[in-house]
């Protein structure tokens, strides 16, 4: 799947975070869009949006530094599911351990450039397996 094919959807309150996130998601997915939010609600209220903006076979990947418990109450979970995203947590979110039994991703904290060249690989191989 090239990269242009991926809707990164970024979730991080600090503003120095959201920035390197994006930084490092542009020079890892060449090509690739990514929206920043600074809310889970915020982004769970507009995932339908993203979705309805874009062909089928576009592959939005929701990056989130919130916890477990926010990303539930805000409604970005069952978002989630329903527009057939895929999540990634940071690692040191509260709740983190429960990403595996969700079949959610976790992005190692704190990041890296690699660390999320790694990610882009991981969900590039899902991608093509499926």
């Known amino acids: 799947m090239p990269f242009s094919s991926y809707?990164?959807?970024?979730?991080?309150?600090?503003?120095?975070?959201?920035?390197d996130l994006h930084n490092g998601l542009v020079d890892a997915c060449a090509g690739c869009d990514i929206?920043?939010?600074r809310f889970a609600g915020e982004a769970s209220a507009d995932l339908g949006r993203v979705k309805a903006d874009f062909s089928d076979d576009r592959q939005i990947v929701v990056l989130?530094?919130?916890g477990v418990d926010e990303i539930d109450d805000s409604g970005l979970a069952a978002a989630v599911r329903r527009f057939g995203a895929t999540m990634v947590m940071?690692?040191?979110?509260?709740?983190?351990?429960?990403a595996g039994e969700r079949?959610?991703?976790?992005?190692?904290?704190?990041?890296?450039?690699?660390?999320?060249g790694d990610l882009v690989a991981i969900l590039r191989r899902v991608t093509a397996a499926e």
Not at 7 to 19: H, S
Not at 103 to 116: D, K, Y
């Open 64 to 66: 989130c530094s919130a």
């Open 103 to 116: 079949g959610w991703h976790l992005l190692s904290s704190p990041f890296t450039s690699r660390s999320i």
């Open 90 to 98: 940071m690692q040191d979110a509260p709740g983190a351990e429960k």
């Open 35 to 37: 929206a920043g939010y």
């Open 7 to 19: 809707f990164f959807v970024v979730v991080e309150k600090n503003p120095f975070f959201a920035t």
